[in-house]
Nanobody, 124 residues
Framework: QVQLVESGGGLVQAGGSLRLSCAAS????????MGWFRQAPGKEREFVAG????????DYADSVKGRFTISRDNARNAVYLQMNSLKPEDTAVYYC?????????????????WGQGTQVTVSS
């Protein structure tokens, strides 16, 4: 089992940057595929980015490609989301998630563990 705690959210102007962090407990962090999801008010939770267990493979939602970068540090039990060129439509609660098994997936139901979320607000 793994526990996830996100940090780094906040209020930023459009065009600005934020870096989200997700700290994981346990000694088996490297065995989990990790993902970032977000949920805006009145909308369903959506996939943002995912990274394989080794960090060698990543996947992004079309809406964030070229602006966001996911990375992980298995020695520190952490995964990160660097968000650049932020837009007001990026405003949401961002969640870190972990899944067992191989392969990055965009489907939230396939992720076994979730953090509590961190709010990102982008003003225009």
């Amino acid at each position: 089992q793994v526990q996830l705690v996100e940090s780094g959210g906040g209020l930023v102007q459009a065009g600005g940057s934020l870096r989200l962090s997700c700290a994981a407990s346990g000694r088996t962090f490297s065995t989990y595929v990790m993902g970032w999801f977000r949920q805006a008010p009145g909308k369903e939770r959506e996939f943002v980015a995912g990274i394989s267990r080794s960090g060698g493979a990543t996947d992004y939602a079309d809406s964030v490609k070229g602006r966001f970068t996911i990375s992980r540090d298995n020695a520190r039990n952490a995964v990160y989301l660097q968000m650049n060129s932020l837009k007001p439509e990026d405003t949401a609660v961002y969640y870190c998630a972990a899944k067992t098994g191989l392969g990055v997936t965009t489907e939230a139901v396939r992720y076994n563990y979730w953090g509590q979320g961190t709010q990102v607000t982008v003003s225009s």
